[in-house]
């Protein structure tokens, strides 16, 4: 994915801001910029991904110098639903996705995780997540990272 292809485009919001966030019902993911990075941080469901009746994630975060998506899903509390919103992603932008890293997030407003860990589906996103060279990281209500 290209930086350049999405300026001008309504779903996306390319910048180096201090600070970019996704908030959808009290769950919020925080993107801290403090090397002020450009960043596009771009409406992938209903928005860059326009397919219907497609499982995909709220937001995607590309950091531009450094080919790195961060893929990100704003979710009640249903985890694995969440996870096979990022992993259908993830497979719908598979070339847009082809040489950058890839890590999800996932931001509940319950966390109730019974024994994810073994989860078939769970263990799949895992899996494509570390051939991109990326993590997952989840939480409940607010999630804040650094980009460095």
Do not use: W
């Not at 019902?25 to 925080?30: F, G, Q, S, T």
């Not at 990075?37 to 590309?62: H, M, P, S």
Request: with cysteine; hydrophobic share 35%; aromatic share 8%.
């Amino acid at each position: 994915m290209d930086c350049n292809n999405l300026r001008n485009k309504n779903f996306a919001i390319c910048d180096n801001h201090t600070t970019f966030v996704a908030k959808e019902n009290k769950r919020e993911y925080r993107l801290e910029n403090s090397l002020r990075k450009k960043i596009c941080k771009i409406r992938l469901d209903n928005g860059y991904i326009t397919e219907e009746n497609v499982a995909k994630c709220d937001f995607g975060f590309l950091v531009c110098d450094d080919m790195y998506m961060i893929l990100v899903e704003l979710k009640g509390s249903d985890f694995i639903h969440a996870v096979e919103q990022i992993s259908s992603t993830i497979q719908l932008m598979n070339r847009e996705l082809e040489n950058q890293s890839v890590s999800a997030r996932i931001v509940l407003s319950k966390m109730q995780l019974p024994n994810i860990e073994n989860n078939p589906k769970f263990l799949k996103l895992k899996k494509m997540i570390k051939l991109k060279k990326g993590n997952i990281k989840y939480k409940s209500r607010i999630l804040s990272e650094n980009i460095y």
